[in-house]
Every structure is written in C-alpha cells, then in structure tokens.
C-alpha cells in the first residue's frame, strides 16, 4: 500500500521589533543579565495589571494581513490556565478560542523547489512567551527576562506533505517576519520555535476529509529548521513502519520531542488525557474594536517584502532569477545591496560582487553580512574605482579579498599599494612594442594562423606591468599593432 504524510505546523515567533514586552512596560529583550529585564507583572505579582502593547497588535495584525487572514472585529485575550515554574502568573494570557485571534483562515504562497503552492493558515494569534529554564546536573535555573516577550503563534492546516515542503514554508514565513519589520526571526537566539504535527494516510484517499486522516502525531518544541526536517523524515518512515507492522490504527494521539542526539522522536505524553486549560476570557484587558482606518492605516505600512524585492531585481535592474534569488533569501543581504547600490554604482555591478567574493566570504566564515569589514559604501567606492578606470577589476578582485580579510578599507590600499591600472593608450602601446620586438617571431605566427599567440603576448604585457595594464586594451592594442606590421 502507498501512503501519503499529512504535517501540520504550528510555528511560535517572537515579535522582536517593539521596544517592551506585550502587556508589561520592561525592555523586550532578553540579553544581558538574567532576571534584570523584568517588571513585577512578569514576575506574576499579585496586584500588577496587564497593559497592552499597541505596536506588538500592530505588527501582529500585520502579519494576519500578510498571511491574508481575516481580522477580528474585536481584540481580546484568555488565560490559558497551567501550572509551570517558568510561568509564574499560573496562567498564559493568549488568544485560543475563536474568534480571539488576530487572524483566521488565511492563505499563504510559497515556493518549493521551484514550485509555487499555497499553504493554508488556520489562525494567528497573539500571546506572551514564558521564562526560559537553564537546566543543571543538580538544579534548574530560570530567567525571567523572556517572560512576557511577545509572541505570534501561527498554525497551519494539515496541508503539508513532505518535510521540503513544511521548510520551505517556514522559511518564507522567516522571511515574511524579518522584511516586515516584525521579528529578527533568528533561530539561534531562540527566536523561532515550532511544533510539528504527523499522521499518515493512504494515498488514493481524499485528504480533503478529515475522516481518512490518520492519527495526529505531534512534535513539540523543534528548535531548528534542520531538525523540523529531520523530525518529520524520522517519524513518517516511524509510523510508515506502524501501518504496515499493523500497530498504526491502535495508535493514540500522543506528544513526542525530537532529540538531537540520538534523531529520534521520543514519547512524552498521551493527548487522550490532555490537560484542560479553563480558558477564559482575561478580564483585566478590557476588549476594545478594531476601527477600520486603523486597520487600513497598518495595512498600507507593510513594507515590499522578499517577493516585491525580487520582482524589481529582476523587471527594473535587470538581474538573474538566480541573483535575484540570491539576493533577498536574507534582508540583511538585500539590504546591504540596497545600500550599495543608492550611492550610484550600477546594480548589475554590486550584484556580481556581493554574490560571487562578498558572499563567498560570508559563507566562509559563517559570518553576517551586516557585521563584515567592508560596509556598502566601501564597496560602491571599489566599483567607482573599476568604473573610472582606476583600477582594472582583476585588482579590484584582490582588492576586495585584502580588505575583509584584512580589515582595510579599499580605497587605502588602492592608494597605499600605489595600485593604479596602465590605461594611457601611449603608455600601453609603449609595451606593446616593447613585447613585439622581443618577440619578432610572434607577428609571423600570428599571420600564419596562429592566432591564440595573441594570448601570449598579452600575457607578457600584463606580467610587465605587474597586471596593471588594462587587458582589454592591451589585447585590442597588439592585435592592430601586428595587423599594422
Ligand atoms: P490541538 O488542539 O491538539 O493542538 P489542533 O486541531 O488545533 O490540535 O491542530 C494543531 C495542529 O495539528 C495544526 O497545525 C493542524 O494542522 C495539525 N493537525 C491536525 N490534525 C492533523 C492530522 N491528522 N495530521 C497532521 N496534522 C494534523
Ligand atoms: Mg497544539
């Protein structure tokens, strides 16, 4: 029998982009010292009073638009009731039950190895993240600078089908939050986590019903979009096995966790018995309606995101699916290229220097395009230098590679290494006939046929002037020169 995966994710992002946490007045974010970035409502003291955050609805309602959800007539929040020591309130405050959420069955486009689909999104919400726990060999540590972070909860349909197609989703979603101006969405501070949900179902059946799906399996808390993808391989050749060893239809919902030592899934807990929450509504946030040139206000503040970026890349600037591609997968890639290219330097220009050495160099290193030596405006100032004809771009190249590795700016080795391109027509005929009358032989050749030995004496030029002759010049120049003769 054939199956087929059906995955659903549920992909939590911290909005880094407002400068307090969602319904407290302390600094949103969590770096420095532990348990300094806090105020007594984080802390879950009795008497404090949630307020909310207007810039953190803002940017979560932009997000709803994106995904093109439907938006609440009114905003108001729950408490999901819990008990856990990095949640000292007891409870959560989050929007769950419908029609809270800031948004609602929404449609999203992205690619998949070149192929466009749509993923659809069955809410978005607004919550506060909890504190985070360090966990010791005898003791557990808890900081509660997290607490209380703003974070969007986005879930999807089951709609997914392989791992390829899960990623490449998440990833769009990254780069819808860090062009929106929402998140930083960098999973390596923790920004981005997700729960993935796996069944499996025979593949002639209709998936559109939710009766022939199978049970849902679900993942918690995946860090990393690597291990969402192995996570989801790992557990639909698991219950693969399942169906066809005959233990998969006695299968009960369950939690599992991915773990990064041994890749495997591991059971947590049965959902059968899940806990109930109590949600309610959270009564110390008085709901309160959305006006309509509120909402349209937001909606005209979304900036161009990657696609609109690209779009212009390609149709205004002239450049390659490929570059372009390349070129917005990071705003701070785009960014740097925007940058580069206001202070008047061609685009084409910057972008085959940002994706063939600067790149090259990033990648490299495992660097960040924003954090690099060379700022844009450096780079603009190299390509001014090859534009004007200072130096030629083979120098330019050396230049470029001196300047991040060593940490100096372009122009000054370009003036401190007395580096300037041979491309005086007098002086370039100079060694043109310099190289010919060492090598008389040359021009017979050349006569005879033997045109490749054009290539030699160019050669001998640039190796005379220590490659500072321009070569196109030099190359045309011998050319008429033995023509002449
Ligand atoms: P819960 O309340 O247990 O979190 P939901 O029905 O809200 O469950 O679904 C949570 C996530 O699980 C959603 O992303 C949804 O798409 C996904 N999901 C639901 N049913 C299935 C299934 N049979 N197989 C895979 N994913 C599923
Ligand atoms: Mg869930």
Request: hydrophobic letters at 35%.
């Amino acid at each position: 029998m054939k199956y087929k995966a059906l995955i659903g994710l549920e992909m939590h992002c911290e909005i880094s982009e407002t400068n307090t946490k969602v319904f407290s007045s302390a600094e949103n974010s969590y770096k420095g010292i532990a348990n300094t970035n806090i105020r007594p409502i984080d802390m879950g003291f009795p008497g404090t009073l949630p307020v909310v955050n207007k810039e953190a609805v803002k940017k979560a309602l932009m997000a709803s638009m994106i995904l093109n959800c439907k938006q609440p007539e009114y905003i108001y929040f729950e408490r999901k009731n819990y008990y856990y020591p990095d949640m000292p309130k007891n409870y959560q405050i989050t929007q769950e039950t419908k029609p809270a959420p800031v948004g609602s069955y929404g449609e999203m486009k992205y690619e998949c190895n070149g192929e466009m689909k749509v993923a659809k999104i069955n809410n978005i919400h607004l919550e506060e993240d909890a504190a985070s726990s360090d966990h010791y060999a005898s003791y557990s540590a808890i900081d509660y600078n997290r607490a209380g972070v703003p974070l969007l909860e986005l879930v999807t349909e089951p709609i997914f089908h392989s791992a390829d197609e899960a990623v490449s989703f998440l990833e769009t979603m990254r780069s819808v939050y860090q062009y929106a101006g929402i998140s930083e969405a960098d999973s390596k501070k923790g920004q981005i986590r997700c729960d993935v949900n796996v069944s499996i179902m025979e593949e002639s059946l209709d998936e559109t019903d939710p009766k022939n799906w199978g049970t849902k399996i679900e993942i918690k808390n995946v860090n990393s979009f690597g291990g969402v993808r192995d996570a989801i391989n790992y557990e639909i050749e698991r219950q693969t096995e399942a169906k066809e060893d005959g233990t998969y239809d006695s299968m009960e919902q369950q939690t599992r966790r991915w773990d990064e030592e041994s890749l495997t899934t591991i059971y947590m807990r049965s959902k059968v018995d899940a806990i109930d929450y109590k949600y309610f509504i959270e009564p110390n946030i008085p709901k309160f309606k959305l006006s309509k040139e509120w909402l349209e206000e937001i909606r005209a503040s979304i900036p161009p995101l990657a696609g609109e970026r690209k779009e212009k890349y390609m149709n205004e600037y002239g450049l390659s699916h490929y570059d372009a591609t390349i070129l917005v997968k990071e705003k701070s890639i785009s960014d740097y290229f925007e940058e580069c290219i206001s202070y008047g330097v061609s685009e084409k220009d910057v972008s085959n220097w940002i994706t063939s050495v600067i790149l090259g160099h990033v990648n490299k290193y495992e660097l960040e395009i924003d954090k690099i030596f060379v700022t844009p405006k450096m780079l603009a100032d190299l390509i001014q230098l090859v534009g004007n004809k200072t130096i030629s771009s083979k120098q330019a190249k050396e230049v470029l590679y001196k300047s991040l590795t060593e940490e100096r700016e372009p122009t000054k080795i370009v003036e401190e290494e007395g580096l300037k391109q041979i491309g005086g027509e007098d002086e370039i005929l100079g060694f043109v006939n310099e190289v010919l009358s060492e090598h008389p032989e040359a021009i017979d050749q050349y006569k005879a046929g033997k045109t490749n030995i054009l290539d030699f004496l160019v050669g001998q030029i640039m190796k005379k002037t220590r490659g500072q002759a321009n070569p196109a010049m030099a190359r045309s120049m011998m050319q008429a020169e033995i023509e002449k003769r």
